[in-house]
């Protein structure tokens, strides 16, 4: 298991520092807990409108989304977005079966039935489990974008890396995985440009989360099936925006399901797998674009 989905906990993927741990933070978001059947669920909430909410992806949270909420909430809207269960200030379960897409898309269901039907946007992992409450009920949201996400499961180095980390996280649990990760980040100039706050952060989200959550959401994210067609039935609004350079799933694979989607493709200039961060004004537009042309 490693950061966003095989990188390390930091660099291109991270560097977004979350609001307290209750109130306003200093761009209007407020923390807040959600009860839903299956426990609380902390979400990040700013603005007022029609809603749209964010699902974070494997070993994210509802933080990578952060710099897009003033902007959407400038635009107009109530811009939310939520731990998964397991990920940092939201509990979850012990047993990894609780970690499958299938399972964790109860909880974002449980939450989009508290903000009448949103927009829905799923990065990573968090596409997979958007994909899979969609398909269990089209009825909940008024659209899907998969963001940075594929049609079925991870390959590649980030795969290899997950593989390589299983004995760590066995072995001496989180710290000894985050460890590992920091070591590896070492190389990359993003992570260490950052501030010493910043990483601070980034460790204390990480060593919150839950190792069968970090274990299962892996496993779930190395064996989840194609289940492209299925999305496409629904008959559900269906964008797929993704970073140019994308390096989980390549932009010709995202490329290759947003035409078998029907679905159009928002191109990120100048990032990668998370362009949430690395370029929020740019998503914020292409996201409000998309949802302009979504019937109300």
């Known amino acids: 298991m490693a950061g966003a989905e095989g ?48 699902v974070p992806g494997y070993t994210g949270t509802k933080e990578d989304f952060g710099p897009l909420l003033p902007l959407l909430a400038d635009a107009g809207l109530r811009a939310v977005a939520m731990d998964l269960p397991g990920q940092y200030e939201t509990p979850g379960p012990d047993h990894l079966a609780a970690y499958t897409p299938d399972a964790l898309s109860r909880s974002v269901l449980a939450v989009a039935a508290r903000l009448d039907r949103p927009h829905l946007v799923g990065h990573s992992f968090g596409g997979l489990v958007s994909r899979a409450a969609v398909i269990a009920d089209p009825g909940a949201v008024r659209s899907l974008v998969l963001m940075g996400s594929g049609p079925a499961a991870i390959g590649g180095d980030r795969r290899e890396r997950m593989a390589a980390l299983e004995p760590v996280l066995r072995a001496g649990g989180m710290p000894a995985v985050y460890e590992a990760l920091e070591t590896i980040a070492a190389a990359d100039p993003e992570w260490t440009s950052m501030s010493a706050d910043q990483r601070a952060f980034l460790r204390t989200r990480f060593l919150a989360g839950s190792p069968a959550g970090l274990q299962g959401m892996g496993d779930a994210l190395r064996a989840e099936p194609d289940r492209t067609a299925e999305l496409a039935a629904t008959g559900l609004p269906l964008l797929v925006l993704y970073g140019e350079h994308d390096d989980a799933w390549s932009p010709a694979v995202q490329a290759a399901m947003a035409d078998r989607l029907g679905a159009p493709a928002a191109v990120i200039a100048d990032a990668i797998h998370s362009p949430a961060v690395q370029q929020p004004a740019a998503t914020a537009r292409a996201l409000l674009e998309f949802w302009a042309t979504v019937p109300s």
């Open 7 to 54: 990188r390390p906990p930091g660099g291109r993927a991270a560097g977004v520092l979350p609001g307290p741990a209750d109130g306003l933070g200093q761009d209007g978001r407020v923390t807040r807990t959600l009860p839903t059947p299956d426990g609380p669920v902390a979400v990040l909430d700013a603005g007022d409108g029609p809603a749209v909410l964010f």
